[in-house]
């Protein structure tokens, strides 16, 4: 399939710039075909205006039509075929049985949020009566749902080239909430960006959609920036380092018309082994973990970083089958040379930090020329961790430090000292439970998912999925980038007050069209209302 | 009863400043007994260290014995009896059968908090439940539910020196929710905060709530944008001007970790006056609207600003009796000094505004030593409107500006030039019905909510309440400050991944022991789950 770099806007293809960039394989070690143009500031403009107008059409389409349409989305993702694979596994370095099912999963959210549409109860619906003869004034009839806040612009990330990437979450949660996306194509994977937008243009084409509800943009950082500032932008997905997302949360608090910007950043998702586990089942949690640590070349938000033990006889024999388990771990190629290269500073730097010791190393050495990552596992005193706080900072890739403590209470007090998480993990057994419960009561504080006995990677899609947390591991703990209950994000309450019946939008009319359950006068039902 | 002036730190009461300030009656036009001591900084750092030991005890209590606290609250708000009402009428010149009306509201906003809390859905449960042996890989047990996010500071309004202050609608919320209160004393009702600062103290200790769920100080300017910036404060409630909302919202921007704030700010609350109604209902148009626009001074975040007309042989009609009901308006005295002289201001600036015709005044004139307002009404062209867009700022107080379009098309583009506001209000007659829809198209996108032949002054309190709405009119519009939803401000998702059982929150757990409505593997439902 010839990659033509150029951007999407609208129905339109253009490259009208001078600027362009080639996408590299890093475990090829060489450029690959294609040249990728950035947007010119005309285009820029153009694609937001479009983006704007597209609005106007597109929150009026029905829930139904927009199903269709997302569902269109994941079916033209499938007939790409192999090509989509085969690019994104050369621009990625992840192997072609992760990308594929990363691919079953990207169409898998599309068709979730289609299913969400379809059912409609997610809007929220609330409605108090009118209660004409009230004393000492009447009240009226009110009536309450959730409509989409407009055109989003969405940052995708290295780590999931289709999953959370051009159609990935906030892409699939956007224009479900009915919002227009506008989406800056990551440098990592811009072919896997290139055949995933036409994909999404030829799904809006075929349902009618209005042009101008997808674009998709090679931008600089500058325009980056621009994008988050401009004023038709009424939200921001993101999903990176810590650095980028918090300049664009900046740069949107510097406008006029605050926004909502939902940067997922970092996250060491500590994991807290109790003495029962380690005395029992130190094998088991020793494999586990190196797996968990390694998948992926560590290149998960929900990465291990963190691990936290008391010490004991029980605590060494464990991490001397950790050692053992880890040492078998290989390197791999990671996603692009910056990480690479961010990955070996942050081992470095750990390795040559007074207090740190070097616990297990994969014994197979690193391809530099293949941008290969070296697993390495480390141990650290809790008092040392809690004086340094570089220590708690995230290193994107296979690396993992195991913090130990004293006893109990300075467990708990090095689990305070941490930052927000996405996950925090519980091992342990029944007869932890006496220990385990201030422990439980700390981390709910810290993490926005705990994983009882099993490991953070594996973000499961689904209604009670919460993938956020405290800060930095994302910039707005209230929401979720995975999961039905993503499209929360997109919206903002309306409220209808004495509205004729005929009026009101289908979700608030009396006899409830579309049999959705919806608060009525302080009850959840799904009765129709007497009018 | 004996006004002391002091802060409330937790249980204690404590003046360790030397900086004092008075209270001013307006309508008198004199100090009113005490004074009131700014909080010193070591005062300042006591408070919010209390309120981050009280949050960790006060997460874990019931939602039972919560809902006794807020219910205590209302009781004792009762029992300060007639000397709440004649002081809070006296630094706020609102009248009597106002400030009743306004206790009787807070009151019900506190019971109403604790009904939530006592029937429980308000946790949005979601649960799905694992499917062990689902290939390729296992899916876990996944749950969800909301928790408190951490204290929360709460700025105060002047215009509802109860139901927007102190024992208000943000610290109700946010109490419910499971969030410490820390509240800046509004400095121009300080005498009414102090009263109710010792009930909800008082009611406090009587249910046996942790010290620090609740304190109070006087701060200076510096010290609010510290509270705002403090580690500990995990969200900000405000009801106030743009100017200072907005400096709060930049300055909580500037912090490390990024937080909400909800800041109510200004709104116009356009009344759009379709044909049919002018025609008519001219003489009830006229009579209402003047009485909405001098309702309590004018001085509603609702207050219906801005105006709108096509021009015709009835809009003629309607303004002449418009102009004659109007001119029977009287002066009233304004909530403070400031306020005063920011409406007198603003009400010259408009007078001498090129294009700006006065349509009618109040006969009488305001006196000012009494700090009244003199009601006005303005005309102006759609075109003069949109060409100045300081004519589209609130001046708060008995103003209104009525802007004539020449037709449907200026009309549209009138209200879309409009800034985002609470409320929009519509009165239309059945065969207004075509040329209204593109209306309602368009103020969906600028207002939180939208009245059908009413009135924005009045907002009824309740579950499908919105009072929010498109910034300016808040910083946050997917949040409203008033009715049942107002709690979802200060709190956050956890999500719990296979957890035994009992070591699961109630709300959670399989039986349903709260008998709450539950989203369990995609339905609604009360039912049990098997387990």
């Known amino acids: 399939m010839l990659i033509e770099g150029t951007n999407y806007i609208g129905y339109s293809t253009s490259a009208r710039g001078s600027e362009k960039f080639q996408a590299f394989s890093p475990s090829g070690n060489s450029f690959l075909p294609g040249d990728f143009t950035y947007a010119t500031n005309e285009e820029f403009e153009l694609t937001v205006a479009l983006a704007e107008k597209a609005f106007a059409n597109y929150k009026e389409i029905s829930a139904k039509e927009k199903a269709i349409f997302l569902e269109a989305i994941a079916e033209e993702i499938m007939a790409l075929g192999d090509a989509l694979i085969e690019r994104c596994v050369a621009e990625s370095a992840l192997p072609v049985a992760r990308i594929t099912g990363e691919r079953g999963r990207t169409?898998?959210?599309?068709?979730?949020?289609?299913?969400?549409?379809?059912?409609?109860?997610?809007?929220?619906?609330?409605?108090?009566?009118?209660?004409?003869?009230?004393?000492?004034?009447?009240?009226?009839?009110?009536?309450?749902?959730?409509?989409?806040?407009?055109?989003?612009?969405?940052?995708?990330?290295?780590n999931f080239p289709l999953a959370f990437s051009t159609a990935g979450g906030d892409t699939a949660s956007a224009l479900a909430a009915g919002c227009p996306v506008i989406v800056k194509a990551h440098p990592s994977h811009p072919g896997t960006h290139e055949l995933v937008s036409k994909a999404?243009?030829?799904?809006?084409?075929?349902?009618?959609?209005?042009?101008?509800?997808?674009?998709?943009?090679?931008?600089?950082?500058?325009?980056?920036?621009?994008?988050?500032?401009?004023?038709?932008?009424?939200?921001?997905?993101?999903?990176?380092?810590?650095?980028?997302?918090?300049?664009?949360?900046?740069?949107?608090?510097?406008?006029?018309?605050?926004?909502?910007?939902?940067?997922?950043?970092?996250?060491?998702?500590?994991?807290?082994?109790?003495?029962?586990?380690?005395?029992?089942?130190?094998?088991?949690?020793?494999?586990?973990?190196?797996?968990s640590v390694n998948l992926g070349v560590g290149q998960f938000c929900t990465n291990p970083g963190l691990v936290f033990a008391i010490e004991s006889d029980a605590t060494s024999a464990f991490l001397k089958e950790f050692s053992n388990q880890f040492s078998s771990s290989t390197p791999g190629t990671m996603l692009n040379r910056n990480i690479c290269s961010s990955y070996t500073k942050g081992a470095n730097i750990l390795s040559n930090t007074d207090g740190i010791n070097i616990l297990a190393k994969a014994s197979k050495t690193a391809a530099g020329e293949r941008y290969e990552a070296s697993p390495l596992a480390f141990t650290v005193s809790s008092k040392d961790f809690v004086a340094n706080e570089q220590l708690a900072n995230e290193v994107f890739g296979p690396l993992t430090l195991i913090v130990l403590c004293k006893n109990a209470e300075e467990l708990h007090r090095t689990l305070l000292s941490l930052e927000g998480q996405l996950t925090a993990t519980l091992h342990s057994t029944a007869e932890d439970e006496q220990a385990l419960k201030p422990v439980i009561d700390i981390i709910t504080q810290k993490a926005g998912r705990i994983i009882f006995g099993g490991y953070p990677t594996g973000v499961e899609v689904c209604h009670s999925m919460h993938h956020g947390g405290p800060f930095p591991s994302t910039s707005d703990a209230r929401y979720t980038s995975v999961g039905t209950a993503a499209i929360y994000r997109f919206v903002r309450p309306i409220c209808l007050q004495d509205f004729p019946n005929h009026l009101l939008p289908e979700a608030l009319q009396n006899h409830n069209p579309l049999n959705i359950i919806r608060l009525v006068d302080g009850q959840w039902t799904k009765e129709v209302i007497a009018g």
Not at 128 to 134: E, L
Not at 268 to 285: D, W
Request: glycine share 6%; proline share 7%.
């Open 200 to 291: 999404i243009i030829k799904a809006a084409q075929r349902t009618e959609m209005p042009e101008g509800v997808f674009s998709s943009l090679y931008l600089s950082n500058e325009q980056s920036i621009q994008l988050v500032q401009h004023t038709v932008i009424k939200a921001v997905g993101f999903t990176g380092s810590r650095h980028v997302g918090m300049l664009l949360y900046k740069a949107a608090a510097e406008r006029t018309e605050p926004i909502p910007v939902y940067a997922e950043m970092s996250s060491t998702n500590p994991i807290i082994l109790m003495e029962g586990v380690l005395k029992t089942q130190p094998e088991k949690i020793a494999k586990e973990l190196t797996a």
């Open 107 to 158: 169409c898998g959210q599309l068709k979730m949020f289609a299913q969400l549409l379809r059912e409609g109860w997610w809007v929220d619906a609330r409605i108090d009566t009118a209660q004409p003869d009230r004393q000492p004034v009447p009240k009226s009839d009110i009536r309450r749902m959730l409509i989409p806040v407009g055109p989003v612009a969405v940052f995708g990330a290295s």
